[in-house]
């Protein structure tokens, strides 16, 4: 069978027109899904876009025919979780089958900017569990025709429905990094997301995920376990590592990042990335076989669907050679 690997629509690199035509050449060279970011701001000045999500999932569902979501958005502080709870209900509309919502706790880079307090990641953690629990009851009493209200300790919803809303709900997956997250994912939605890294790190994400699920009587196996995986390919060693220090710094921070509120300050860190800080985080290679390799550990692993996000500028290069080259090899 072969592996669901889709592309990774980077809107704090790409002009929202440009993610949208990417998106389609990477669904024409073999990627069968796309993952979109939402950031208010890009991770460095040099970066230079944030588009809004949803309009750009909207264009992209147009010109694409695979499955499509944001990876991840963040309901608890920009935007209140009704609002993308609506947001969610009308991309599913359009596409019915195809949307998945995707949500996190946030980083203080983009949720700051509206001015509320940044707390603890604890309480942020609470916080978007709560909204997930807002999402999916006006996901299902929507459907079944009823209102919702709630009241809890960071969000009040007034009593109201989802107007527009597809016939089955979009699937909620919650990105986690830690094992406690990953486990109350198991337990309350239907799948959950991370990032890529070294097996020692995802291994037991998998397992606190698949114990959480088993607890509330759940198959953990049916349950999307999606990962967006960040690497560098150029023509040679050399350029993807430029490509990885110049476009993507952030992929070599060895510290929390969640706290940092500026591209400006990510952009005075970034100054202290070397090559050797990618060692474990992410592939810097030429080589095709070397990502096929690391890509296919991670379908091994037990991810069903990877996103892939080549760092560097030379996107419709990287999709002519992956979709030649890496992805007819891999198994799922």
Request: glycine content about 10%.
């Amino acid at each position: 069978m072969s592996a669901h690997i889709g592309y990774a629509a980077m809107l704090e690199r790409f002009p929202p027109a440009e993610a949208v035509a990417l998106a389609a050449l990477a669904e024409s060279h073999g990627f069968r899904g796309v993952m979109a970011t939402d950031h208010f701001q890009p991770w460095v000045p040099a970066q230079g876009e944030s588009s809004f999500v949803w309009s750009v999932l909207a264009a992209i569902g147009e010109r694409t025919t695979g499955d499509l979501g944001p990876g991840v958005t963040t309901p608890t502080f920009r935007m209140h979780p009704a609002v993308v709870a609506q947001a969610s209900a009308t991309l599913g509309a359009l596409y019915p089958g195809r949307h998945w919502l995707g949500i996190g706790s946030g980083e203080a880079l983009n949720e700051h900017v509206v001015g509320q307090y940044w707390p603890e990641a604890p309480e942020r953690i609470n916080r978007m569990f709560e909204a997930v629990d807002v999402i999916r009851r006006l996901f299902a009493g929507s459907i079944a025709g009823r209102d919702v209200r709630h009241a809890g300790p960071h969000f009040k919803l007034e009593s109201t429905r989802l107007w527009t809303m597809p016939e089955v709900a979009p699937e909620i997956l919650v990105a986690a990094s830690g094992p406690v997250t990953a486990r109350r994912a198991g337990r309350s939605v239907d799948g959950f997301i991370t990032t890529g890294g070294p097996t020692d790190r995802l291994a037991p994400l998998l397992q606190r995920f698949t114990e959480g699920a088993r607890e509330a009587g759940r198959n953990a196996a049916t349950m999307p376990k999606v990962l967006q995986l960040h690497l560098s390919w150029a023509p040679t060693d050399e350029q993807a590592m430029r490509n990885a220090l110049v476009e993507w710094p952030n992929g070599g921070m060895r510290f929390p990042r969640s706290d940092i509120r500026s591209p400006y300050e990510f952009d005075q860190l970034a100054r202290t990335v070397r090559p050797e800080d990618f060692a474990g985080r992410m592939v810097v290679s030429s080589d095709p076989d070397v990502h096929r390799a690391d890509i296919q550990r991670l379908l091994d692993l037990g991810f069903d669907r990877i996103y892939l996000h080549n760092v560097g500028r030379n996107q419709a290069e990287f999709l002519d050679v992956f979709g030649r080259d890496v992805l007819p090899g891999l198994r799922a």
